[in-house]
């Protein structure tokens, strides 16, 4: 059967390289098949969690943030990290909905789960899918790339296209379009409850 499995091989040794306000890089040694032992460096992360908002219409909600990293503007989902310690991830994606975009949602659904560079980093983040949303007042402050983020409906079809043809690059995003566009077939009937255990 085709599914990830959890697994973890003996770690030796591990050395903290640096620590930072949100992640940390270590390098773990660990013994690796025929006892050899191999080193190999990744990003502590939190976890995040992004919202995929689908209105009556089938257009999907998409803000445009900043990201430093890559020195693009990226067309994103409404999405954070994991930073409230015990909170269901249901409720920090209700929240990062409503303090990035404005809106509430109704009907919550566990769209897709991501490790988004496994090679490099224990990353993981929760794509919801949201819908039967209603515009809400907030008195959430912006600050540093999130003044002035736009936000845009974009139809499915057409934000699906957008990421086949290289126009959307944030991973949670092109994930999140390709997961509801074909989750929709079925009238996303298939789709695990907002409270699904991450495996």
Do not use: C
């Amino acid at each position: 059967m085709i599914r990830d499995t959890p697994e973890s091989w003996e770690v030796i040794e591990t050395k903290e390289r640096f620590q930072g306000h949100i992640i940390r890089v270590v390098t773990d040694t660990v013994n690796m098949p025929r006892d050899e032992a191999a080193e190999r460096d990744y990003v502590v992360h939190p976890g995040a969690v992004a919202v995929l908002a689908l209105d009556g219409q089938d257009r999907v909600l998409m803000i445009r943030q900043y990201r430093h990293p890559t020195r693009h503007l990226l067309w994103e989902l409404p999405a954070g990290i994991r930073d409230v310690a015990g909170e269901p991830l249901v409720a920090g994606a209700a929240r990062e909905l409503a303090e990035e975009a404005g809106y509430r949602a109704d009907t919550w659904h566990t769209l897709v789960d991501l490790r988004t560079s496994p090679g490099m980093s224990d990353e993981r983040i929760r794509v919801f899918l949201a819908r039967d949303l209603t515009k809400i007042e907030t008195d959430f402050v912006h600050r540093h790339e999130e003044i002035d983020m736009p936000v845009e409906w974009v139809p499915l079809a057409d934000a699906v296209e957008k990421a086949l043809m290289g126009m959307i690059h944030n991973s949670p995003a092109v994930a999140g379009i390709l997961a509801a566009y074909a989750a929709s077939a079925e009238g996303f009937a298939q789709l695990r409850p907002a409270d699904a255990p991450e495996e």
